[in-house]
């Protein structure tokens, strides 16, 4: 009889490490296919004629998708280090694609193509070009732009104001900030206006305070017949970056000069963002966590938790036994932040012989 029930202690044993090793090969896969840079609403578009190849038409989708993902995570001045990269190059990063609404009009085939690069590839690639990406992160801030007229000596807050009709009517589908101007207020505008000679100085907190946001650039723009100069006051993630942009020989009247002046700011604001939430790759903390294994629960938790941290280069399970799993984790900055993400996301950490273990 002792011989049975050892043998059927052994065998529940058995079971569960099937059911575990299981259970750790479910979510090594999920893992992998979560790790990705995904590129959407790609319009590729070709001449259907005798010599037409469509794969030389997705080629020239994935360039575009490589590029703008590059728009997405670089700032510009790194975007511009990256000049030559062959197509083979950015296939061998590419893990899957998606061609939809295909269609041949008056003999042109046009199509959306949707591309998944592997994250993993591409951040070791930017590591090779010496570019630290960052963490593509959408945000809503409140954009101020004031015109103020030297030769007239007046200012636009809304009306005659070329930056407030037309800051958002051009967005490209990588730009990370999305503006929000102010609404159309009379007081507003007479609290500036009253504040002509010391514009730059003005407390503009009672404004802001009537948007639920905290992030906020100001904008303001002094124009006259021979220059354009624009100073900015960005204040993102609670830091306060001044910046001065000066343009001669442009007429904001003209389209073209216009759009030129609205790109180049816009490329400047993006680029302070992706400064604020920069992976510094060279940093490879290696850190080893222990998690009750029993609990399945937090198991699921924990590992859909470190799959969506940007700043987790890679992570994999070291051992594990019926007590406890353990993983190891390559974190690319310091141990303080990596308490305050997972603090941030419930759990609670303490230390045992350098390993993490969630309580």
Known sequence: MQIINKLFRLEKVYIFFISFLLFIIIFSTTFLQANTFKVTDIQISSPFELNFKKNSVIDDGFRTSFSNLLSMITTSGDKNKIQKISIKEIK????????SNEKFVKNEYSAKLETTFNKKKVLIFLERKGVFPSIPI???????????DTETDNIYLFNNNIFYEKWNEIQKNYQLLEYLLPNEDIEDLNNIQKEFNS??????????????????????????????????????????KINNKKFVKLNLDNDEDFYKVLQSLKIIYEDEWKKNNEINTSIKLPLTISVDSKDYEKILKLENTLNNFDLISEFYILKFDSQSIQYKIIYNGSPKTFLNDMSNKDFDLVTENNIWRIK
């Open 92 to 99: 061998s990063m590419i893990d899957s694609f998606t061609i």
């Open 138 to 148: 959408k945000n809503k801030v409140l954009l101020v732009p004031i015109i103020v």
């Open 199 to 240: 514009i730059e100085t003005y407390d503009f907190s009672n404004l802001v305070k009537k948007y639920d946001l905290k992030d906020y650039i100001i904008v303001i723009i002094y124009k006259n017949n021979q220059e354009i100069k624009i100073l900015s006051k960005i204040n993102l993630n609670d830091s306060l």
